[in-house]
């Protein structure tokens, strides 16, 4: 299994810009995490998903946050106007309701810079 | 609601030295419990987890008991290598339909050769 892929690994924009960060969950997995990794903030569930459908999006700092999952196997993370302050790495990750105690498997991540 | 409350780093050993990482846990119900690991530029990995009170869970030397009666479920290792340098991060989860993850600060191992 190729595991949880997100892309892009590195994202460089400026003040103002749209950005949208990418997830590719592992095939069979029905549950979605994002999360975004700071040094000040450690790491924080922004939203998850259950089957497509968003659980629990409380972790999402703003209204400029916003991430959809149209189908079972890709997710998007969308941040419109971005600010300097969402540098950060932002990580998916994906678990299936039938594995084990609720494991999760983490993609990469990508490291978002704002400028 | 559920936290995690781990050790503060960063924590610096030599080659072969003993580890402890401390991770305390408040939980509803009876909670799974895990170890991260994160190496550098990478995503986290599980490194074990215990699904019950007194389990033992272990994994490449690393091992952690599951202690209801204090809440804990510490991190140990006999002997540390310079490739464990890492960031640990203790979780939780309150399980049931519940799939979501707390997760502790994390707690950044140096080890020196």
């Known amino acids: 299994d190729a595991g949880v892929i997100q892309s892009p690994r590195h994202e460089v924009t400026e003040m103002g810009q749209e950005v949208t960060l990418r997830c590719k969950p592992i095939s069979g997995h029905d549950y979605l995490f994002w999360y975004r990794q700071t040094m000040m903030r450690g790491l924080e569930l922004l939203i998850y998903f259950n089957n497509n459908v968003p659980i629990d999006d409380s972790g999402m700092p703003e209204d400029r946050f916003s991430a959809k999952m149209p189908n079972a196997s890709f997710s998007t993370l969308k941040i419109q106007p971005s600010e300097p302050r969402d540098s950060a790495v932002y990580f998916c990750?994906?678990?299936?309701?039938?594995?084990?105690?609720?494991?999760?498997?983490f993609g990469p991540g990508t490291r978002l810079t704002v400028l | 609601g559920d936290s995690v409350t781990q050790m503060e780093g960063p924590v610096t050993l030599s080659e072969e030295a003993f580890l402890t990482i401390n991770c305390t846990y408040t939980?509803?119900?009876?909670?799974?419990l895990f170890w991260y690991v994160q190496y550098p530029g990478e995503g986290l990995q599980l490194l074990l987890k215990a699904t019950k009170a007194d389990d033992k869970g272990s994994n490449k030397g690393f091992e952690a008991t599951y202690r209801k009666e204090t809440t804990s479920f510490h991190l140990e290792k006999g002997s540390v290598q310079v490739s464990d340098s890492a960031v640990y991060f203790c979780a939780l989860s309150s399980g049931g339909s519940n799939y979501k993850l707390t997760f502790g600060k994390g707690t950044l191992l140096t080890v020196n050769p």
């Open positions: 990750a994906s678990s299936d309701t039938g594995g084990s105690y609720n494991e999760q498997f």
């Open positions: 939980a509803t119900g009876y909670p799974s």
